[in-house]
């Protein structure tokens, strides 16, 4: 590692953007699709390695062709080349008609994503593609990415270690009584300088009574002396993502706001204990829920146990009681139960974890303790 100023240049594990054509493949023909059109940009990404904000890829049996438009002439051979893969590169500011009809000649059925893909939109295709079966698919390419390897682990943990950071340096200024908004961009800086793209998502801070809206947007109140706060944070490096939440408090809060805390701080650990490849992932959330409910806060704890993160801040697998497929090794996931007391306060303790064979590899660091100081 080498520093300019004061931010760290890194050098990323490489990762292995060329094989994941030749995986996708399989899944798409497992779904019954001969070619796949992938139109959601993300995706698009995870193929090829392009990162511009318009275009789509055509995986067919034998090739991968990228289509964009002039914009992104250059940076689509620059990234894609920078990544590997083996891709046409089709350059076209009208729509991509005849590029893709030729691609599907003699393909017999050909997968749209479903969740991505407008009515609109598909009736275009159904014309473009003629004789051809179109199948909605869900979660093809969305499938093979839940399983990250070594770069990709890379890129999550950096982007986790420049959180911690972050909130490190954050952390003892919640003493000086800054407002949830200022606190915010305290942490947003510091990602960037830290080495980060920037932020995962909108930061949230939220205090007092406004700890008891999971999703509370910062706003001008200033964190009291005594209040949860909650610090929902993550970074974003090379694209991809981590997810933290910590609570915290200036001073000793209630004794029954310290009692919500303890609980959720045990619950979460519960779940990340469950964590371990085979385990079938309701057993994550099950053990959150449990140990919340024994507390008698079933009711307030309002939202799914967890989520996987990648490339997306929300992605495959979802952790809740109704997911009963088991964990793999190589699955980000978090694990973030909470309780939420409408008009007093809120509490949510969240790691981003890696499944490894020796069950979970925690990728947030941040002590779990409500003290700033
Ligand atoms: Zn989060
Ligand atoms: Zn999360």
Sequence with gaps: MSGTGTQTVRTLVPMDVAGRAERVRAAAAEAGCDALVVVNLVNVRYLTGFTGSAGLAWLGTDELVLITDRRYAEQSEAETSRAGVDVRIEITNLAPKEILAAAAVGVDRIGLE?????????????????????????????????????GEIDRMATAAAIADGALAEVRPMLADGPTEKETA???????????????????????????????????????????????????VVDGYRSDMTRTMAVGEPDPEARRVFETVRHAQQLGVEKVAPGTPISEVDKACRDRIDADGWADAFVHGTGHGVGLDIHEQPWVRATATEPLEVGQVITVEPGVYLPGFCGARVEDTVLVTEDGARRLTHSPKTLAVA
């Design 185 to 235: 961009l305290a942490l947003d800086t510091a990602f960037r300088r830290l080495g980060a793209d920037g932020s995962a998502f909108a930061t949230i801070v939220a205090s007092g009574p406004n700890a008891a809206l999971p999703h509370k947007r910062p706003s001008d109140r200033p964190i009291g002396p005594g209040e949860l706060v909650i610090v929902d944070m993550g970074a």
């Design 114 to 150: 479903a969740a991505s893909v407008s009515w609109a939109d598909q009736r275009q295709y159904a014309e473009w593609f003629g004789e051809a079966e179109l199948v909605p698919t869900t979660g093809v390419v969305e499938q093979c990415r839940q399983i990250k390897d070594d």
